[in-house]
């Protein structure tokens, strides 16, 4: 889905520009999923796993701006990509047709300026006008900034995917689900 571009400013002074993502994005989101990934251990990913080709996250992303239900948010810092979060539908059957899905990652370097807060802010507001009932999202336990951020956010804990994740070392991650709930629209 396109949406409007949006500044807010960040609390080092800079500003920040929230947009959809294009096309012409592509290989700066490969290079930001690739930073990302090898400065936490909390993406699905290990770095060497980004594999995408230029060409198919061109097309990726491209299907993300004409989806009616989904989309993909850059945050600009400066002329650089700093990260994204994603809104993704659950699918198109009527009994889940209320449900979103919810995914960010920013770069390090960008951490604690704020920026995850306004792209959540502002990713509610697209989803709710999406028409979606529901935003949900898994957390890997141990990765306190996001889960806390999410909890202020009014998500809350549903359960637990025990040993999610399992790390080169052989060490395992559970994950929590959480969910935040916009409207309960009730039917017959
Ligand atoms: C999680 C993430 C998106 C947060 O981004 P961010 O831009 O730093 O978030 P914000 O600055 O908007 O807010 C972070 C808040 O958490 C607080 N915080 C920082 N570390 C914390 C901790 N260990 N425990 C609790 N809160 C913490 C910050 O103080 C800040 O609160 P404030 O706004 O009151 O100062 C970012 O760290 C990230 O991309 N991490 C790697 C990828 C990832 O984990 N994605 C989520 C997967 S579910």
Known sequence: ???????????????????????????AMIECLRTVSSETPFLL?????VTFTVEAEEQF?????????????????????SGNCAVLSVGDLRRTYH?????????????????ASAMMDYAFFLAEE???EQMELEVVDGNDR??????RFGFQETGKN???????????????RMVKIFSAREGI
Do not use: Q
């Open 1 to 27: 889905m396109r949406f409007e571009r949006k500044r807010i400013d960040l609390k080092d002074g800079r500003t920040c520009t929230l947009r959809p993502a294009e096309a012409e994005d592509s290989e």
């Open 45 to 49: 990913r290990n770095a060497d796993e």
């Open 61 to 81: 992303l491209k299907a993300e701006s004409m989806h009616p239900r989904e989309l993909m948010m850059i945050a600009e810092v400066d002329g650089e990509i």
């Open 99 to 115: 449900r979103c899905r919810f995914a960010i990652a920013l770069k390090k370097a960008f951490w604690g300026l704020g920026i």
């Open 130 to 132: 999406m028409g979606y």
């Open 146 to 151: 996001a889960k806390s951020l999410y909890e």
């Open 162 to 176: 025990h040993r999610s994740l399992k790390y080169d070392d052989g060490s395992y991650r559970d994950e929590y």
